[in-house]
């Protein structure tokens, strides 16, 4: 273990370099260029630290996966245990004993009508096999789901995901699934009527919208789907597991899905997990038959460290009552920002709710703002948004994202063990950035370095003179800039 370790710290030096040469430098390179290319080095509960030794408030969370914080002793504590057990792990012949324990709590906390748990690997996963078990229950081929969903980036969950952006490079996706409004009843009542769809799936509060669907408008939908024979899918992968005040917020709003997955804060931020929950009735039915066991079947998803990482986060969201915590912090955070709507006319709307809100933005009043904001929005939809994100980034040293392509927003996924001076140092930043766009710069020079040199002359018409090109030389000039 002592060799293990000190080679990876002597990797840590090349860790930048191996990464852009081998694993994905277009990525990299687009971080890079949106000025988001710290190194880190060290990470600790909300916190994480560059190369240069800054500290970054982590309001990004893994996209959700720390809501615990990173490296949480418990958790740690709880993986280690189970290796130095020598238990068996992954004999197929037998159940996992760790599996079993963990889906037992798992119904327990999500509540409504689920008897059995099925596990994956990821979120893309979880998708895929709900939409498998749709299919080979109701012996139907078309989906719906709602405009603004995202459940993965495999092929299955990227053919019901409501962003014509995603589809890019994967059409023709499956080609029966149906886009629907959420909200909209009548639309649903007639797509349902047809008598071909085998699930409608949603989120009950959509990863790259922000947006909270309807809770009566589920509890409709639910009634409909038993009315033509259709399944119902929750997609929690993100918003459940207490990031938003609830154990599971469909359930906990009285809806009732055939299926529901969850991942991402179900693996403690350590170890890769997610869980497709059943009832009896789907069960039964996918599994029918003798030899049907393997009609499912995934090698790595029920290992023993997934399931001690499963099992540690939920008796640890117990004992730290995060719901409590998502609720509270979550409603500090949101009069925060309202407050800051107030006094600034370039916040548009809060969204989302408990520890996963998004803030929507809208053109100013203000002539020169609104000037800049006109130049960016010709080039992208989100290029203000972008603007928040890289300046929260590289000046505030806080880490949020823009939630889905072209979205004017931003969004946040705090973890639960941020802390009140944590909370007040984001709302005092956020605001400090939107008041810094109001001045003679404004939001386009945050982006200098990346976008602003591939669009400067659309900009620039816009702008007082020399400032792109000034403030150019400048980022290029700074000895901070490598």
């Known amino acids: 273990m002592g060799e293990f370790k000190d080679a990876i710290e002597g990797y840590m030096n090349s860790a930048d370099s191996l990464s852009r040469r081998n694993v994905h430098p277009r990525l990299q390179k687009m971080f890079e260029m949106g000025g988001m290319g710290a190194r880190f080095e060290r990470a600790e509960g909300q916190y994480l630290w560059d190369s240069e030794g800054n500290r970054y408030l982590d309001f990004l969370a893994g996209g959700g ?11 740690n504590e709880a993986l280690m245990d189970v290796l130095s057990m020598n238990l068996p792990n992954m004999t197929v012949v037998n159940a996992s004993v760790l599996g079993g ?12 009508r689920f008897s059995k ?41 990227i053919s019901v995901c409501g962003w014509d952006d995603m ?26 009527k047809t008598g071909d769809v085998a699930a409608v799936i949603f989120e009950p509060l959509q990863g790259m919208t922000g947006e909270l669907i309807d809770a009566s408008y589920l509890r409709e939908a639910e009634a409909l789907c038993e009315q033509y024979g259709t399944l119902l899918i929750a997609d929690e992968v993100q ?3 207490c990031r938003c005040g609830e154990w599971f917020l469909s359930t906990s709003w009285g809806v009732r899905p055939h299926i529901m997955t969850t991942s991402k804060a179900l693996s403690g931020g350590q170890v890769p997990v997610a869980a497709v929950l059943v009832d009896e009735g789907v069960y039964d039915n996918v599994y029918s038959g003798f030899s049907s066991g393997l009609m499912y079947f995934s090698t790595f998803a029920e290992n023993n460290l997934a399931m001690a990482a499963g099992l540690a986060t939920l008796e640890l969201l117990d004992e730290m009552d995060a719901n409590g915590m998502a609720k509270e912090k979550g409603a500090y955070i949101r009069k925060g920002l309202e407050d800051i709507k107030e006094r600034y006319d370039c ?9 996963m809100q998004a803030i929507y933005f809208k053109d100013s009043a203000q002539p020169q703002l609104a000037a800049q904001q006109k130049a960016m929005m010709a080039v992208d939809g989100g290029a203000f948004a972008a603007a928040v994100n890289v300046d929260m980034f590289k000046r505030q040293k806080i880490l949020i994202q823009i939630p889905g392509p072209g979205v004017n927003a931003v969004k946040i996924l705090p973890p639960a063990t941020c802390t009140q001076e944590d909370l007040d140092y984001f709302l005092n930043s956020f605001e400090d950035t939107i008041a810094q766009f109001y001045g003679r710069k404004g939001p386009v020079v945050s982006l200098v370095g990346g976008v602003v040199e591939n669009v400067g002359k659309s900009l620039g018409k816009f702008l007082p003179p020399g400032l792109v090109s000034k403030d150019l030389e400048e980022k290029k000039t700074s000895p901070s800039v490598s």
């Open 347 to 355: 916040i548009d709307r809060i969204t989302g709710t408990g520890l």
């Open 117 to 157: 748990v099925v596990y994956a690997n990821s979120g893309s996963e979880a998708t895929e096999v709900a939409l498998r078990f749709a299919r080979q229950v109701t012996n139907r081929r078309r989906f719906l789901y709602m405009e603004g969903s995202f459940h993965g980036r495999s092929y299955g969950a």
């Open 239 to 241: 918003a459940g597991l």
């Open 167 to 192: 589809r890019v490079g994967v059409e023709p996706a499956m080609p029966t699934c149906t886009p629907i409004v959420p909200g909209d009843l009548r639309q649903l009542r007639r797509e349902l």
């Open 101 to 112: 324990l963990l889906a037992g709590k798992l119904m327990e906390k999500a509540g409504g």
């Open 65 to 75: 996966v720390y809501l615990l914080g990173r490296h949480q002793p418990k958790i």
